[in-house]
């Protein structure tokens, strides 16, 4: 399916001109000049970590889902592994570290940001605690508050992602204990 240049750009970044491209498929821009550009899903993670029954959660200070509930974790750079890249995020929004990760489940997102909807295959992991949850400090760049919460005060609507609400709905009860 071709769709008239929208997205991302009002102008061919080869050539300059503009609406001369058109996006395919949703993923793919191509200019009459010859220019192609892949709108690739970018890879995410997060931790589920747990202390005392309760589960930690990260108040988002920031749009999208600013005061929505994540865990800690994010995007993925280039040349990063996801467990290098959820190791970064943790230490950056926690000021923890994560051991013994295991892997739960991946689902597919949108992100939306600064006018662009960014596909991601977000990437779940569950895991201890390498220090104790009272020496965890919040980066209030990005994180608004850290909140523990039991199973059964977790509201899907109070979740920032629809993975991440997939992610909890694909959790039976017998797997909350860490």
Known sequence: MTVPATGPFRFCPNCGREGVGQWREGREFRCSCGFRFFQNVAAACGALVSHRGKYLFVERARDPAKGKLGLPGGFVDPGESIETALAREVGEEIGGRVENLEFLASFPNRYPFAGIDYHTCDLYFRGTLALDPGDLRADPGEVAALRWLA????????????????????????????
């Open 151 to 178: 199973p059964d005060e977790v509201r899907p609507e109070d979740l920032a992602f629809d993975s991440l609400r997939q992610l909890w709905a694909s959790l039976p009860r017998g797997r909350f204990s860490l």
